[in-house]
């Protein structure tokens, strides 16, 4: 269950796998063939100026090689992450594991860290799986998060308010520095779950080895008490320190913008487990990879929630041209005229983030903005169908909003057919013979 037999012939996405045997710069020539290729082909960096491991990047960067890292269709993917979110299983521990077969003294600018963007501060991990043991050795925690190469055995990470920043508090608390391994290069589905968002004190890992129908297997690491992925690519021991932070950024994120600068902790390197002849894993920031694996498990959290509220619930997508982030089209089977506001209330009540979002009938594909600007222009009107809430939390990445107070103006599109008026005015007129 590691990341290679994905990119094996026979392997059903072999034919989208590009490799680059030019060498290249791992600042800004990499990144911008990344951006070239972005929601295409996985790549393969085999010869990167400056380091011996090869860089592999887009693993997650459609939809479909997502849903079949996870055995699932368009339409199962919300009920496999949800399933697995909500059963998740705790990994097999082994003694041994391939991420076991090179120890070394780290050194992190023997990585192949890339350098993205014209004002990026320095060269960024962007596929690190920082996992971590809860102070009172209860759970493990498992988030993604970007981390600045500062130099030899020091990093700079960015902690969003979550679960690994409430174990870094209580760390910091007790005096303690916190134990932390970085994982790189895994299972598409292990990036899946981890991104999922399980509650505090559910291991993410456990639901990665849901996913991956129980064959995670974990390794004990050496130098911190940790237990990680036994088929990973690199993992990097180390300690997020209790009282030493650096400014962080700026660095480009879902929204293709420079996030702002802030006072972020630095975290000490203290030793290095790899696979032979490790990949490194890159994930372009801003890039459709980045926003998948942010965005579609939202998309089952939605999914869920507006089921709750309306009968029948066809699809839910974060669309690419919202970051997968803001903008969300639903679409659902009414069974009741005010259906299509029920689900835009129940749409923003389950991701604080979205900030549009429009719903449609079951005729539209939610997939082509065309059809579902075609749904807005034929099907809604301005003064009746739309909802505004002013005022509301939203996305701390969104720069057209306030934030500081983290305030936003959501805004809901109610574009299915109005039962007022006779339906054959909204049927889309067909051609016999044509599809
Ligand atoms: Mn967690």
Known sequence: MSLRPFLKSGSGISGEVLRQDKELSPKFEIPAIMKEH???PVLIFNKVRGSDFKVVSGLCGTRERIFRAIGADSHTYYSRIIGATNNPKPPKMVDDGPVMEGQERPDLRRLPVLTHYEKDPGPYITSGIVVARSPDGKFQNASMHRLLVLGKDRLTIRIVPRHLYALHQEAKRQGKDLQVAIVMGVHPAVLVGVNAGPRLGVDELGVANSLL??????VRCRHVDVKVPAEAEIV????IKRDEVVEEGPFVDLTGTYDIVRKQP???ITGMMRRRDPLFQAILPGGSEHKLLMGLPKEAKMFE???????EVRGVRLTLGGSCWFHAVVSIRKQADGDGK??????FGSNPSVKHVVVVDEDIDIDDVNEVEWAIATRFQGDEDMIRIRKARGSTLDPSSDQEKILTTKIGLDATIPWNKPKEKFEKARMPGVK
């Open 38 to 40: 972005d929601n295409g």
């Open 305 to 311: 929630g507006i089921t709750k509220v309306v009968p």
């Open 342 to 347: 029920n689900a835009l209330m129940a749409a």
């Open 266 to 268: 630095v975290v000490e």
């Open 236 to 239: 990097l021991e180390g300690l």
């Open 213 to 218: 129908g129980g064959n995670l297997k974990l």
